[in-house]
Structure formats: structure tokens, C-alpha cells
DNA sequence: ATCCTCTTTGCATTCGAAGTCATTTGTTCT
DNA sequence: AGAACAAATGACTTCGAATGCAAAGAGGAT
């Protein structure tokens, strides 16, 4: 009867699997599973003599902690939900390397979920339940029930370069409007006068943001300007662009597009399509300041995001709040820098 | 006494937290845990009433089940570890999605482990034991203790784009040599003289075997080539470049690169700092089939890899291998497909 | 040697769901 | 109505590590 209260040491635990579990480990050690416990957990009681006959014991059998377990008694499973819609975008790969090594380093496994299409957001959100997460970062669009569950459930939820749209939700954003504004400034003093705006899909945060700040600023400047429709693909970029010539008859001379990859769609149809001369006849902005965008063929004067200030600022937003739940719903702007390439004729 | 026995149902289980646990549910809807837990099982013996009652309980209660608490009881962690060295590679994104979405749909998530150097990997294989992942996907180099590794712990693996080098380990890959033979052969056919190639990282198994495949086959058609290292990314291509046109005196007129990102950034510099044109002084080829490839400005002639099938391939490798872990260690080759570019004069 | 304090250690319980087994309920057939 | 059997249900144990608590040990002071 009384063999029941002391669970066996698992048999099979020879050298070969990693299935060894802490009993395994106390019994070949001579000591209790709570000292094992103990020999694995930072700051805690343990002679020194036995911490090394533990930690031997464990070597010799191959002994890793299970998290699983860990995470099922701490009630911490030290998993980030990463939440991502369109990873081919080219900007996002690197904000997910970025952040993945970040949480990395901060002991947190990430969780990705890659988003094929938005319908599948309610799937994902139910698995982000079930595994326990300590947090998430997102960097999707959220349906405002999809952020409140968040809040209802207590998980800390980090927005990338996106607000929370009516709720109010932790958020790290480059700042649109500034680096606009910059932009727009530069190309008016630059004399430009036909200005073309390739925006991004209208479910695009940012591109929303950054279509309309430059639309204000250039209405401010007393400039109109053409918009058009892309959906921040290189693609969509050449087509944009001939849409806008079409429409301005040939005539723009300045385009701003809401992101790099679009832009460089745009300059390789002006100068492949119309044998136009970038930047002599025809200027090209664009935002993110991606790779390609400095390669020599295009050098797109753009607003450069601050990738790595802002990963590790939504990173310790995120810890911060995993371990303070009641923080405020602090938002972070991040100004980008004005990367002069050479697509552009500036003042 | 007796009170221990049944758990108490936990007290914050209001409409709140998503806190609510299989006993919380069991109290609301007058039944036992047992119940809740067979009526979340698939194909579990419930009456239809009795189901109906505790689903609406589990709605009520806002209740998921425990995805770490089932993990612990059912040894199945319903998590996979994919291992990736360089997200920044542009081939990667899209093969990391693929696989992400792929998993996903067979109801398994994923743990991803993004190496910023060779030396992160000791510390990643010990997340990844202790996570008890079911499997992993590795695409970065690992070495032959590593990979055995994985064959100690009953942890199988599919390696992606490379194989176990001394190990035996099931892999996915695209065919290296059928791929360069076809590229050198038209290259041949296209009346080309003087070779170029453009290497990638020595540490990298795809870019010496892409390479030693093209030379290979160019000393079998009586060609010799000038072969530089570069390592994959654009500027390399640049100055990889710029080192050829050097050692053949601006006598090389066919570019063999071992992926596209150097053919790209080969072909700028060619432009850009050499005014040669391609392809007709000078004909550039990649490896890979990546986005930039098709721009317009580029039209690399390329080998594209069947991303899909290949992910597709990786993703039904390991599930077989989770189920039966004693199946063979498969290695699976996949034919890309040559991509007849404009960056290449061919036969 | 005695008492006190501080450090180590082990016992027993806990986290939440799954699954075994025994029991109860329900159905069908005679 | 009763037998025979299947379906549904609940009690209890289990997975592996963490931790509160009590007991044991190690020093130190008197």
C-alpha cells in the first residue's frame, strides 16, 4: 500500500533515451526527487557536495528537466505565442529572427504561428490557449474581441507596428506619420509637382497610417496626389505604376509608396516598361528600409524602421508585463531614419 | 480524510480568466472529470445529452483544455522544434511558412530555434530536450553528435537541404547536381568560354555541392572555371564579382552562382560598376528560384526549388517517423526546375 | 555537554488531463 | 419480467517536477 506514495524510478532510464526523469536521477544519486529539484532550480538550498553528485548522476543519465511538467506545476510554460500573417513579406523575417534570438536569450521558447489566411486566425487563437502561453507578440490583424480574449484570458499581448483598434493593448510601432512627413518634405523641396501615391491593402495598419500622413502632408504643402491600390508586393508595384502613369498621362514625376518592395516594383516597370529615368524623370520613395532596398540597382530613399530597437523594446514590454499584469497599455513610437538613396531627387 | 481524493474544482473559474480546468467544467455540468476530458477526445464514448451539457459548460466557463497537462499524462507534446541557422536568407521565410502552415494543419505546433551563430546550438538541443518535442526540422548545420543526438533520445529528425553527413538521417533535398548539370549545359551549348563561380560559405552543404557539381560537369565539357567564395548574400555576389573580373582580366563571360542572392548581386555589380551588360557580354546563373529572381531588373536564370513539395515532403517524413520511429532513415531528392531567365545566354 | 540558529534534506502534495477498471444505466431479446 | 449484453459514467491513479513544511544535521556560543 505504501508503495504507491514514493513513485518508482522509470526503468527503462538506462544511457540510451533522455527519458530519464528526477527519480531516476535521486535514486542514481542516492537523494530525494526534491533534491534534484532543488540542484536544477537557480538560488535554492543545496550542499555543494551533493549539488555535484546530482548533477553528475544527471549527466550520466542523460537528465533534462522536463518543461513540460515545469510548466504544468509553475504555471509558467516559458512559451511566447509569436502570431505573424504574411512572413514572405521581407521585412518580417528579419523582425522574427530578431525577436526569436531575444526571447531566446531571455530563457522563453517561441511558439510560431504563421498565418495563411485571415480566417485563420480564431484556430490559431484557440491553440494559443491550450498551450498556456506566457505572452504573445503579434504582428497580424486582431479583430477587436480577438484582442479583448487576450486581455479576458490574462495573457499579455504585445502589438507589432499596429495599435490596438478601439481596445487598449500593449503596442511597439515605427512611427509613420514622422517619417512621411519627412519624406513628402524632402521631394516638395525637391521640386516635385505630379505626385503618385502606391498605397498597401486596406487591412494594412501601417499602410493605411503612412498613405494618409503623406496625403495630409503633400495636401498641406498645397500638392494633390493620385492614389492607387497595391498590396505591398513587388507586383503590385509594377502594376501601381502604370496605373498612375496612365491616369497622370505620363506626367508624375514624384511616387511614394507605402513600402520598399512595392517602390522597387515600381522603379524596375518605370525604367523596364517606359524607359524612364529614376531619379532624373521620376522619383521613388518608399518605407522599411529592407535589404533590397540598398542594393545598388535601386538604392530607394526610404524611412528606415528601427528593427532592432523595436524587437527589444516589444520584447521587454512583453516581460515586463508577463511579470506585472496590470501595466498600462503602454504604446512605443520609434522614429525611422531617412535613408537618402539615390531613387529620389531631394532638396 | 477522504476530501483529498477528489480535487476541488479551482475557485477563480469565474467568466474571467481562461483559467477554468476539465474539474471546473466536470462541477458546472454535473458530471466527472472523466467525462469532460472523453468529450474533448475524439471518438471517446459520451452520450450525445451528456456531451451537449458539458460543451455548453466548457463554453460558459470559457474552457480549453490544458495542452501542457495533456502533453505530461499523454507523452505527446504535440510540438515539433524547427531549427533554422539564417532566417535572413530569403530562401528560408518561405520554407519556414510552408512547414508552419503545413504542421499547423495537422494539429501540431511549432517551437522555433533561430540560430544567430554555430556556437547557439548546444544551448538550442537543450531546449529542444527539454521540450520533449515529438520531432524537428532541422535546416542548419549540425554536427554528427548532434545528430546522433536526436537518435539516442527516440527524437526523430528531417533534416532539410542537407543530409547527415555520417549519420544516418532522413532528409529532403533538392537535387544539387541534376540541377548545376542542366545550368552548365546550356551554359556550354550557349557558347560560353570563360567560367566564373561564385561559392557559397565552406560550411555550407548545399553550396559545395552545388559547386562541385557545375565544376564537375564543366571539366567533363572541357571547361575550366575560376572559383571565389562568397556567402550567399547579395554583397558578396558584388565583391565576388569584382574578384573575378580581376583574375580573368574582364574575360569571363559566364557566371555560375551558387544561389540567387549572389547572382544578384554579380549581375548590379557587373552592370553598375563594370558597365557589361547581361546577358550579353556576360551571362549570370543562381541557384534557388527566390522571389527577386523574377523582378524584372533580373530575370535570373535559375534553378527553382519545389518548396512545396519539399515542405510538403518533410512535413509527412516526420509524421510517419513520430508514429513509427523505427522507419528507415529515407533520404528523399527532389529535381528543381530550370528556369530560363534572361540573365543567361543558353544553347 | 547543552542549547540555539541556520542550512540541508526528505516527505507528501500539487498542477490538469488521460486512461484503466469497475460499476451503473440503458437497450434488446426471449 | 428477466436475462444478456452494450454503452455510459465515475473513482482513482498517473505523468514529472516544484514546493511548503517538518525533521535532521552542522556549527557556534555558552
Redesign the pocket.
Known amino acids: 500500500m505504501a508503495a ?4 518508482e524510478a ?1 526503468q527503462s532510464a538506462g544511457t540510451s533515451g533522455g ?1 530519464a ?3 531516476d536521477v535521486a535514486r542514481h544519486a ?6 534534484v ?2 540542484c ?2 537557480q538560488g535554492a ?3 555543494p ?2 549539488r555535484e553528485k546530482i548533477l553528475a548522476a544527471a549527466r550520466e543519465l542523460n ?1 533534462y ?2 518543461a513540460i ?2 510548466g ?4 509558467r510554460s516559458n512559451l511566447v505565442a509569436i502570431i505573424i500573417s504574411n512572413l514572405t513579406n521581407l521585412y518580417y523575417p528579419e523582425v522574427l529572427a530578431e525577436l526569436t534570438q531575444r526571447l531566446s536569450a531571455q530563457g522563453i521558447r517561441v511558439l510560431l504561428f504563421s498565418l495563411a489566411a485571415e480566417s485563420d486566425v480564431d484556430e490559431v487563437l484557440d491553440q494559443v490557449w491550450r498551450y498556456r502561453v506566457d505572452g504573445a507578440i503579434v504582428a497580424a490583424r486582431l479583430h477587436p474581441e480577438q484582442l479583448a480574449a487576450f486581455a479576458d484570458r490574462g495573457v499579455p499581448v504585445v502589438l507589432y507596428n499596429r495599435i490596438g483598434e478601439g481596445v487598449p493593448v500593449a503596442s511597439v510601432c515605427c512611427d509613420s506619420v514622422s517619417g512621411e512627413h519627412a519624406l513628402v518634405e524632402a521631394l516638395v523641396e525637391g521640386e516635385h509637382y505630379v505626385f503618385g501615391v502606391i498605397a498597401g491593402p486596406a487591412d494594412s495598419y501601417v499602410g493605411e497610417e503612412r498613405v494618409e500622413a503623406a496625403r495630409r502632408r503633400l495636401q498641406q504643402l498645397g500638392r494633390e496626389c493620385l492614389i492607387v491600390r497595391g498590396n505591398f508586393d513587388y507586383a503590385s508595384g509594377d502594376a501601381a505604376l502604370k496605373e498612375l502613369m496612365r491616369m497622370t498621362d505620363g506626367k508624375m514625376d514624384a511616387l511614394i509608396c507605402a513600402n520598399d518592395l512595392m517602390a522597387i516594383g515600381a522603379i524596375d516597370s518605370a525604367r523596364i516598361n517606359f524607359g524612364i529615368e529614376v531619379p532624373q524623370d521620376l522619383s521613388v520613395v518608399g518605407f522599411d528600409g529592407v535589404g533590397p532596398a540598398t542594393w545598388l540597382a535601386y538604392q530607394v530613399t526610404t524611412i528606415r524602421q528601427p528593427v532592432r530597437r523595436m524587437t527589444e523594446a516589444a520584447v521587454a514590454m512583453l516581460l515586463e508585463r508577463i511579470e506585472r499584469p496590470e501595466l498600462s497599455p503602454e504604446q512605443r513610437l520609434f522614429a525611422g531614419e531617412l535613408l537618402p538613396g539615390s531613387s529620389a531627387r531631394l532638396g
Open positions: 504507491k506514495k514514493q513513485p522509470s527519458r526523469t528526477s527519480y542516492g537523494v530525494s526527487q526534491s533534491a529539484s532543488r536544477f532550480k538550498s543545496v550542499a557536495r551533493t537528465y528537466p522536463n511538467a515545469q504544468l506545476i509553475t504555471r
